[in-house]
């Protein structure tokens, strides 16, 4: 589970982007989440206001579903069916701040904010870093003050734009778009790139909307992943909504 970044604290976490860390469990079922998640909760940061169950859940047409391995479209389409069946409804459409989003050079945030807190490695030992983390540290140094401004701008303009447009429903996508690569496809650097985007192109989303989001593995195909994200602050709607899902997969 990725919580809403403010309702656990971050301190004592290594930090890589301090804009969208988050600090969330991982367990077997959904209960040991929500206990987790009741433990290092700050009541306070959880509003009543977004008790609201999770009942509609939007499949974007544009986003998240292109170059999916086809085990991973059929078992999400599998699971769309489940989701119908437990009385879900689904909606396929593109939520408009999904436009802007698309734009956002999201890459910018990990590349500056890791410079910040990896200073010392980077600049005293880069051999000690793997190469492709150190090219993607690298790239801080094409961003100047004034652009990053903007991107932390455009970041703060869509997370309230995505807040606003869901509301009650949530957006529900297969958790990465390919199944685990064996490790010798990662030995061409251009092959390297386009699997490490689309590893993390789906699961990005809620870290950039300031959101929550959990996975649930598709147990008929392993290594499939079913993705709920909800607005910030509907974290116990969306356990809610995984408690239920859960044993239907």
């Excluded at 869509?158 to 529900?172: K, N, P, S, Y």
């Excluded at 958790?175 to 092959?191: C, G, M, R």
Aim: net charge negative.
């Amino acid at each position: 589970m990725k919580p809403t970044a403010a309702t656990i604290p971050a301190q004592g976490a290594a930090a890589l982007s301090h804009t969208l860390d988050s600090v969330g469990a991982m367990a077997r079922d959904v209960a040991t989440l929500r206990r987790a998640q009741e433990a290092l909760a700050t009541p306070a940061m959880q509003p009543v206001a977004q008790a609201a169950p999770l009942h509609r859940l939007i499949v974007p047409e544009s986003f998240g579903m292109t170059e999916l391995d086809p085990e991973v479209a059929r078992a999400f389409e599998a699971c769309l069916a489940i989701l119908a069946d437990l009385g879900f409804g689904i909606e396929r459409r593109d939520p408009g701040f999904l436009a802007d989003y698309t734009r956002l050079p999201i890459w910018q945030f990990a590349a500056v904010e890791s410079r910040v807190h990896h200073a010392g490695p980077y600049e005293t030992s880069p051999d000690l870093i793997d190469p492709r983390v150190r090219a993607r540290m690298g790239r801080a140094d094409e961003v100047d003050a004034v652009t990053y401004a903007k991107s932390l701008a455009q970041r703060a303009s869509i997370a309230a734009q995505a807040h606003d447009e869901l509301g009650e429903a949530g957006i529900v996508l297969p958790t990465v778009a390919i199944l685990p690569p064996q490790l010798s496809a990662f030995d061409d650097p251009a092959a390297f790139d386009r699997l490490n985007l689309l590893a993390l192109r789906n699961t990005s989303l809620a870290n950039v909307i300031d959101g929550c989001s959990i996975s649930l593995p598709i147990k008929a195909t392993p290594g499939a992943g079913l993705m709920l994200t909800a607005p910030g602050f509907r974290d116990a709607a969306l356990l809610d909504a995984a408690e239920r899902i859960a044993p239907r997969l």
